[in-house]
């Protein structure tokens, strides 16, 4: 019981952590833009900093893991670090913003997998943890356009230290593994689960729904997002993660024929993005001893789908479609992936 109630704290102070980088992260960039400071090549150089940077980070803090004496040290200082980059990216630009973001959730990522395995949560805290961003995104970009970011910048510093000190005085999850290079039977199923990431990642940067405008639906939009990514994981620990990957998609698709009602895209959202802590898990489990590369791999899969987000062919795709389109895909790759889950 004591460590499953240091598993929830870890996952607790992770997440809100979560919400307050990415928050920062949006108010930096959006209020830069609209002050003329930040231009479209610098939102490119914040993503790629962002989420490919992820994995050789990944790789780093798995080999200090596995062979440190306290092996959610690496994890731990990642995340610290991530969050003062962060802090002082805000002032330095996009690129240090970035690298903050990068170092910040990729040592959040290991140490929610370390947490997530060490209590048999079986992917729940996985959805937690990566679902507060997108609130935290929302608000910030809402926030920076509006040039109101700067009177939160020391309030969101000030808790994220508080919650950084007290994430250190956690207990350590126990094991340590010895890191070993997964083997070449775990491609397949690594570029499948990847391509699902890039899917997802780029029709939900793609899809403009036309009741999506004023904050309440932006905020509301983001809320289904997250509660999407966090009610994944236990709906996954419930059915199994075949079964709720196909149940939650099939659903999705469902909802986004009807998305034109601004009802029906909300629950849209919030079942397509219940497939976010299924992936993450299911890579995991294939290479369990590098959490790290395979919460990097995914990341890298996310900045390939803002790449493809960015043609301007896409705007041209009813949303609606796109949203049937890429919960169909999804839910048959998944369903041949996760087969043995």
């Avoid at 005085?169 to 094991?175: L, N, Q, V």
Wanted: net charge positive.
């Amino acid at each position: 019981m004591t460590d499953r109630k240091n598993g929830i704290q870890v996952t607790a102070l992770l997440s809100v952590l979560h919400m307050a980088v990415d928050f920062l992260c949006g108010a930096a960039l959006y209020a830069g833009a609209a002050a003329g400071r930040v231009s479209m090549p610098d939102f490119l150089l914040y993503n790629f900093c962002a989420f490919a940077l992820q994995m050789p980070f990944g790789v780093l803090i798995d080999a200090m893991t596995s062979q440190n004496e306290k092996p959610d040290l690496p994890g731990r200082i990642a995340v610290a670090a991530g969050v003062v980059l962060t802090v002082a990216g805000v002032f330095a630009g996009p690129l240090v913003l970035g690298l903050g973001n990068a170092l910040f959730h990729v040592g959040g990522g290991v140490l929610t997998i370390r947490q997530d395995d060490h209590c048999g949560f079986k992917g729940r805290a996985l959805g937690v943890f990566v679902a507060p961003g997108a609130i935290g995104l929302a608000a910030g970009t809402l926030l920076g356009q509006m040039q109101a970011e700067r009177m939160y910048v020391l309030a969101v510093t000030v808790v994220s230290a508080l919650l950084c000190v007290l994430l250190f005085r956690t207990k350590e999850a126990a094991e340590r593994q010895e890191m070993k290079l997964p083997d070449k039977s775990v491609l397949p199923g690594a570029l499948i689960l990847s391509l699902v990431v890039v899917i997802r990642s780029m029709a939900g940067l793609a899809m403009k729904f036309s009741w999506k405008s004023g904050v309440l639906m932006i905020m509301l939009s983001a809320v289904a997002a997250a509660g999407g990514k966090a009610a994944g994981g236990f709906l996954a620990a419930k059915l199994n993660m075949r079964r709720a990957a196909v149940l939650s998609l099939l659903l999705a698709a469902e909802c986004f024929y009807e998305s034109s009602a601004a009802a029906a895209g909300l629950l849209g959202l919030f079942l397509f993005n219940m497939s976010m802590p299924m992936t993450l898990y299911g890579l995991k489990r294939r290479m369990p001893s590098m959490p790290g590369f395979a919460f990097g791999i995914l990341t890298f899969a996310l900045f390939i789908g803002y790449l493809l987000a960015c043609i301007p062919a896409l705007s041209a795709v009813d949303s609606s479609l796109m949203g049937i389109i890429a919960s169909l895909l999804s839910m048959a790759m998944l369903a041949v992936v996760l087969r043995e889950e």
